[in-house]
């Protein structure tokens, strides 16, 4: 055999085995090893040890502060947020930013004595929700590096989002998680002798971010939550049986007690006028007697009376 034939074969085997090893790198489907953090299996595992509550979130959509106003990233952010929150066995429930606004402005009334309760409570409509979550998006880049050999042309495309984000507990008024976070997501492509993916427009670069930082978020919350003793309403109180929300997803056993709290004002710092929360007045102390279905139990009194509709249950650990 010549050494013509010999440097032929030689060349057509490596550019076989570099189209082979390209053809890998192609594709922008949003997979799981593509994050730069691996956000994704921490989330799993995070949503996996998480033996709490089956709490109600609400979600406000998240507000688009980007300087460059990317067109749908808040709500897209939100979709992916509400997305991670029931996998990690959380119930996400919308909110718009109108109901958000008449309930607190409601509550603000209500607390003055400019308005009466009445026969409508303020904290009605929110009894559902057990949190409700907040934020913004607040930036948004993409970025490419590359390398050109012999026969191949690699192109790494990086983007990146930053993020705003708070956990808020409904009945208290409490800031439970108030933090900023990153999301990255990379994908490579490569070309070979002028062939390849081009890799152009690619909406996966931003969803694959977004999802990286919405699942960084939900870790957190999920941590925060998991370190809490469970929390409810009462619903209807029935002579001297207190019913209240929580049932088979509290995980509460038959017997637990919980005490029992009387939600008050606002508690507002004055150098900031900031809320930090609502005062809370403990009146009783109740025990579990049964679960009426997931979302709803009874109990008997073991001290304190007067307990009304609203009233924030507590587990006692």
Known sequence: MNTTKVF?????????????????????EVKKDVSLTDQTEKLEEAGSNYIGPAYTIG??????????????????????????????????????KDELKQHDAMIELQQSGIVKTG?????????????????????????????????????TQIARVGVDY??????SGKTLVAKSGQGEYKKTTRKILGLGDSSGADTSLRQGALR???????????????????QGRVLLMDGDIVIFRAGTRSKLGSGSTLAVYRPGKEL??????????????????????????????????????????????????
């Open 268 to 317: 507002i710092d004055p150098d900031t006028g900031r809320s930090l929360g609502k005062r809370e007045k403990k009146i009783g102390e109740i025990r579990l007697s049964s679960h009426t279905n997931e979302n709803v139990s009874e109990g008997s009194i073991i001290s304190g009376s007067g307990f009304r509709k609203g009233d924030l249950l507590k587990a006692i650990n």
């Open 59 to 96: 979600i406000i959509t998240l507000l688009n502060k980007t300087p460059s106003k990317v067109l749908g990233i808040g709500e897209a952010a939100t979709d992916i947020l509400r997305t991670s929150l029931k996998q990690a066995g959380l119930e996400p429930v919308m909110l718009t």
């Open 8 to 28: 032929g074969y030689l060349s057509a085997f490596i550019v076989t085995s570099l189209l082979l090893s390209g053809c890998t790198s192609m594709g922008g």
């Open 119 to 155: 026969k409508k409570d303020a904290a009605e409509g929110m009894n559902s929700i057990d949190f409700r979550i907040s934020g913004a998006i607040t930036s948004y880049s993409e970025l490419s590096e590359g390398s050109n050999l012999l026969l191949t042309k690699t192109k």
């Open 212 to 230: 990286d930082a919405m699942n960084k978020a939900v870790e957190a919350m999920i941590l925060e939550l998991s370190k809490r003793p469970f």
């Open 166 to 171: 708070a956990l808020v507990d409904i009945a």
